[in-house]
């Protein structure tokens, strides 16, 4: 490779490097990467919440939740986690009725 097609192949990796890491988009290589979570919580636990569920056997499965909104959610996942660079994060939701039951669960993505 010739100086010329060197100096280009640095710059593209450069580039690819600040498009990935400080522009808030997911790293593919860890998407949580960014995403602080409180101890004892997991992806795969969160998928196992299913409706109908209350929310004593949502807690037997997961910590209490970091953030209330209202009444009928709880909400896990914050910003800033990520060591370096400035990544997407994520946030995990269960959404309850009145009585306490699992309607659904959501997971949001943001990009600030």
Not at 74 to 89: E, H, M, Q, R, V
Request: charge should be negative; include cysteine.
């Amino acid at each position: 490779m010739n100086t010329g097609g060197l100096l280009t192949f640095v710059c593209m990796v450069a580039i690819a490097v600040y498009l990935q890491c400080f522009t808030e988009s997911e790293f593919l290589l860890n998407p949580l990467i960014d995403t602080q979570l409180p101890l004892g919580f997991t992806q795969a636990k969160f998928e196992s919440i299913k409706p109908g569920m209350t929310q004593a056997e949502v807690l037997k499965i997961l910590p209490p939740p970091e953030y209330l909104s209202n009444d009928d959610s709880w909400a896990y996942g914050n910003d800033g986690a990520a060591p370096f660079g400035d990544f997407a994060w994520f946030r995990f939701v269960i959404y309850f009725d009145r009585e306490g039951f699992v309607t659904k669960t959501e997971r949001q993505k943001f990009h600030d």
